[in-house]
């Protein structure tokens, strides 16, 4: 055992993790240790980004996140989008900014990003201990952390930014819901999110491959449960691409309820779609289906809707029945399918569910369950839209937990 505390532990060398640490020994807690399980740091952040690090967005928002408003609004004021900007102009890291408001390290690389803040890291003084998992923690005077290879730490105060159980494959991990657990945290069960959909219509693998602009819907029971506009990707077990992804959390959440309606409109960019066809309908109504959708719809997905809708493929638009022409309007704007679940954890970027955040202080992130503990990132009931929404809360939450631990005696 330690001959005497660390002022801080942190479990968890992860996004919010490493900007925690390293602003506690900025602060002057120089007796910061960070506990990581793995052999190596940030390896989450060197995968995020298909290995190019989207590191925040400049639309960054309570409205990106599922979670209590009043908890994103407090930590962006502490952690907006320039302060973020800046924090990493100031780590030495030249950044550029994409489509969609999407931040990206100049480079390309999610390298530019994680050495970067080692180097910080260690520059400020902070201890770091790989291939060391936290197996229990026990509360008395102090925290009394025993890892995995039978070594004890304490500290004074705690931070638990161990992550979700998301990509297992690249280190997720049940492991930090078991300790906050421990700790007397009630959990939100861990959902994937992030992930593709899973739909029931089968023929869909007709498409697989293809990609459309689309507005997505979800509902339940009538419900909204999201909406997104984007690109989607046909696969053979059913949607991914940036839109399916979007709604996948909420989609995720609802489905222990029973199976969710997705709808497909084709035609986002349009504000009154169903006048543009019934116009089409007018001036190509001598053009058989296959012609009168060339031009608006890919090919592929043309012929599966002239299937799904019972057009008849050699019959000019103007003698199909008036409710098949109906149809046809109709299944365009919001074609109908069912998602019957999410791809598996090791294909989910991110997790719904995680510790209770009204077990949390929403400016400090200090638990309200146990004095001196402080549980940051996606270990929390927190999750965002893809593109560096997820990344910027991690870093603002590590961020506003180390400033409350710099201001306690």
Known sequence: MNPSPYDVIIIGAGASGLVCALECARAGRKKTLVLEKDPQPAHKILASGNGRCNLTNARVAPAYYHAPQELITAALSQFSFQNCLDYFARLGVLTTEEELGRIFPATGKSTAVAEPLKLALAEAGAELVCSCPAVRIKRGKTFTVTTQDGRTFQAKKLVLACGSCAYPQIGGTQSGYELARSLGHTLITPRPALSALCVKETALARLAGVRCQVHLTAKQNNLLLDEAQGEVLFTHYGLNGPAALNVSSAVSRALPRGNVSLTLNFFPQLKDPQAFLQARLETYAQRRPKDFLAGILHESVANLLIDFIGLRKNLPIREQTPNTRQRLV???????????????????????????TQEINYNTFESLKCPGLYVTGELLDVDGKSGGFNLHFAWASGFAAAQALAEEK
Do not use: I, S
């Open 330 to 356: 109709q299944t365009l704007c919001a074609w109908p399918l069912t998602a019957t679940g999410v791809r598996p954890w090791n294909e989910a970027m991110a997790a719904t569910g995680g510790v209770n």
